[in-house]
């Protein structure tokens, strides 16, 4: 059986899987319910001076029959004593001692509030923190969450702050709606922080009620924008944990988070630099006992890969994402239909068609039977057909001998300097 333990910035727990601090980790209750059913770890929903809470609270995206393909939640922090909390935390500590426990923590970025909760909240045993810097809704607008995750110099401080007292790992979280998550990656490692986690909620409203106009959800008729999350969100968070992962002078770990729902979805996080995962939406959708999947999944596929241990997938797909300039320009594929599969829907064909380079051909054979072919000298490779295709193994895309030499856009445009400059 290989290893599914992990080391994640000195912070040991059975498996990869963390509940995110979120709804599933208000209560003692809970997180000892999470840790019985199996869960690695978990973030404990974020301290900060107690709140008041709105109802209704989430909403959700239901796509083609999809149940929550993505999720809205306009909840904040904790609205429970930090007291209540820190005594829950304690006593979970003590009946799971080898399960992680991280306290996430939210306040103003200032030196003295930072040490304050920090000091007051590691005296009950966590085994580290999550500075909380981007939640985007009604916290940002108090000057906190993403207010601050904004600015790479506030998450520089924030995390300094954090560091100077805590005696455990510092986890920075960090918010997606901002340009470029590379800058305030960097920040929170200039901080000293110990590992960055990815990525929070993204700024969404999830709808309009076509019979009263109300958002969705609404307060009392009243609406505001919330925290984006679920399945939905995974392509988003991929891309900014690799692009963290492959910068050169960023050298800490990665705690991914982001419409992880399986075990497939942990392997492909953990290949783009993920040291663990941390899991909410899913959770929230079918329960804790999603752990007994997500761990026994993961752990076949290491055995049938051959792989020893869960941290020997970190990162190796890392070298594989780059720039679009240095992609191969030269390198060349294209679809072809499998006949014998093809039930004649015609997807491909209106897609090709109407939206893409018009090489799909509706012929008919000697035997007035119509078939579809795609002529290769025009197809581009695009994949759109493949994509609207709803029979799995009718169309194939397949890689064409090369005729050129690798070459990219910048390798071309360097040549061509050299052959100008003569």
Not at 1 to 19: E, Q, R, T, V
């Amino acid at each position: 059986m290989a290893d599914i333990s992990i080391n994640f910035a000195g912070i040991k727990s059975p498996n990869p899987y963390w509940l995110a601090s979120a709804p599933p980790t208000n209560t003692g209750y809970q997180v000892q319910r999470a840790f019985e059913a199996g869960w690695g770890g978990a973030v404990w929903k974020t301290l900060c001076e107690p709140v008041l809470n709105v109802t209704s609270r989430f909403g959700a995206h239901h796509f083609n029959g999809q149940r929550v393909a993505g999720f809205n939640n306009i909840e904040l922090v904790s609205d429970r004593p930090i007291e209540e909390n820190l005594k829950e935390i304690y006593e979970t500590k003590k009946r799971f001692p080898d399960r992680a426990i991280i306290a996430s923590l939210m306040v103003e970025p200032q030196r003295d509030k930072f040490h304050e909760i920090v000091k007051r909240v590691q005296d009950v045993g966590v085994d580290g923190f999550e500075l909380n810097l981007g939640c985007p809704h009604g916290m940002s607008e108090r000057g906190m969450g993403s207010a601050v995750g904004q600015h790479p110099d506030l998450v520089e401080k924030s995390t300094l702050y954090a560091k100077e007292v805590a005696e455990v790992p510092v986890i920075t979280k960090l918010t997606p709606n901002i340009t470029d998550i590379t800058a305030t990656a960097k920040a929170a490692e200039r901080g000293g922080a110990d590992a960055v986690s990815m990525i929070n909620t993204i700024n969404s409203l999830m709808g309009v009620d076509l019979d009263t106009w109300n958002t969705t959800p609404n307060v009392n008729g009243m609406g505001a924008h919330g925290g984006y999350s679920g399945p939905a969100v995974k392509p988003i968070a991929l891309n900014m944990i690799g692009e963290c992962a492959r910068q050169p002078e960023f050298n800490i770990p990665i705690s991914g988070i982001g419409g992880i729902s399986t075990w497939q979805d942990t392997v492909e996080f953990m290949l783009m630099g993920s040291g663990n995962v941390q899991v909410c939406t899913a959770a929230m959708h079918h329960g804790f006992s999603i752990i007994d999947d997500l761990t026994e999944g993961l752990s076949n596929y290491l055995d049938d890969k051959g792989v020893a241990s869960v941290s020997e997938l970190v990162g190796k797909s890392v070298e594989k994402y780059t720039d679009w300039s240095e992609l191969d320009l030269n390198h060349r594929m294209v679809a072809r239909i499998n006949n014998d599969i093809c039930i004649n829907c015609n997807k491909c064909h209106i897609a090709c068609e109407d939206t893409a380079h018009q090489c799909i051909d509706m012929l008919v054979d000697g035997n007035g039977k119509e078939y579809l072919e795609v002529r290769e000298d025009d197809c581009v490779g695009c994949n759109l057909c493949a994509i609207v295709c709803p029979v799995e193994g009718a169309i194939d895309m397949i890689d064409l001998e090369p005729t050129e030499p690798p070459m990219s856009w910048n390798q071309r445009e360097s040549a061509l300097q050299v052959l100008n400059s003569k």
